[in-house]
C-alpha cells in the first residue's frame, strides 16, 4: 500500500480504527478473531492503528497492544487522552498535566510499547489552555515517550495555537460524503500549516457501506442508537446519498465504501482515512479502497452529484456536538 504523510510521520494511505471492536457499536468482538483480523490488516498493507484509552475503557488499548507487539516496530500506534477515565468519569473532558501524564503511562502499559508513535487530545478541555497541553505533551516528547502529537475535533483556533507552540502532526476529524463541514474552514487551514487530517467514520459510522435501511434498528449498547442520523426517519430520508454513492460506484467498478474512502484519499493528499470493522472481508475492502484512483474528473463529479443533498438529522446529539469544535 502507498504510504502518505502526516506532517512528519509516514504512515499507510488508509489506516484501522480499532474502536469498534471492543466498544460503541455493540458487543465487542472475540478476542482472537479480532486479534486475528488487526494483524491481517498488517498483512494487507496497512501499518496505521487507532485506539484510545477511554475505548472500553482501556481494553480496546490492550488488543491493540497484544496483537501489534511482535510487530510493534513496523508499525504507527496512534492513542488517545482527554477524559477523566481514571476516575470513572469517562464523558467528562481533563486535560490537566498530572491527568495527561497519567493516562500516557497507562496506554504506554497498556500497549505494551516504551512509545507512542501518535498521541492525540481527545477533546479540547475548555478550562485548560491549550498551549499549557501542548507544553505537557512537550515534555513526554523529550523523555521519548510520545514521537508525534495531534488533536481530534479542534476547532481551527485551537489548531493554530498548539501548532504555534508544539508543531502538530495530525487533526483527527469527522469527514466523509455524509459530514463536510470540515471543507469550511479546517482542511484550509490544515493545508496552511502543513498538517494531515484523519478522519474518522470515514463511512458514516457504517452508512455508506450500504449497510443499513429504514428497517435498521440499533441496541442500546450501539451508540448509533443515540445519533440523529441513525433514526428510521433519517436513514429512509438520507437513502437519497447511498443511491448516488451506489450508482457512481456501479460505474467504476467498485464498491460504494471503496468509493467512499477512494474520494477522500483524492481530495489531499495528507488525508489518510481510518475505517474499522470487525470483519476481515470489510477490511479486505476497506484497503481495497487505495487502490481505486479516482481522477479529478471523477472526483468533481462526484461532487456534483452528491454536494447538493440535503441530509436529514445532526450527527451528534446537541450534548456531544459542543464538545466539537472548541
Known sequence: ME???????????????????????????????????????????????DTAEVYGPYTNEELVGEALAPIRDRVVIATKFGFDVANGNPGVTDSRPETIVRAVEGSLRRLRTDYIDLLYQH?????????????????????GKVK?????????????????VLPVSAVQNEY?????????????????????????????????????????RFDSTDFRSKLPRFTP??????????????????KNDATPAQIALAWLLAKKPWIVPIPGTTRPERMEENAAAAEVALTAEQVAEL??????????????????ERRTGL
Open 3 to 49: 504510504k502518505r504523510k502526516l506532517g512528519r510521520l509516514e504512515v499507510s494511505a488508509t489506516g484501522l480504527g480499532c474502536m469498534g471492536m471492543s466498544f460503541g457499536y455493540g458487543s465487542p468482538g472475540d478476542k482472537k478473531e479480532m486479534t486475528d483480523l488487526i494483524r491481517r490488516a498488517y498483512d494487507r498493507g496497512i501499518t496505521f492503528f
Open 123 to 143: 477533546r479540547v478541555d475548555p478550562d485548560i489552555p491549550i498551549e499549557d497541553v501542548a507544553g505537557t505533551v512537550a515534555k513526554l516528547m523529550e523523555q
Open 148 to 164: 508525534h502529537w495531534g488533536l481530534s475535533e479542534a476547532g481551527v483556533g485551537t489548531v493554530r495555537r498548539a501548532h504555534a
Open 176 to 216: 466523509s460524503l455524509w459530514w463536510r463541514r470540515p471543507e469550511e474552514e479546517l482542511i484550509p487551514t490544515l493545508g496552511e500549516l502543513g498538517i494531515g487530517l484523519v478522519p474518522f467514520s470515514p463511512l458514516g459510522k457504517g452508512y455508506l457501506a450500504g449497510k443499513f435501511s429504514a428497517a435498521s
Open 233 to 250: 426517519e433519517a436513514l429512509e430520508a438520507n437513502q437519497v446519498l447511498l443511491d448516488t454513492v451506489k450508482d457512481f460506484a456501479q
Open 303 to 320: 461532487d456534483r452529484a452528491t454536494v447538493g443533498i440535503k441530509l436529514m438529522g445532526n450527527r451528534y446529539p446537541e450534548e456531544l
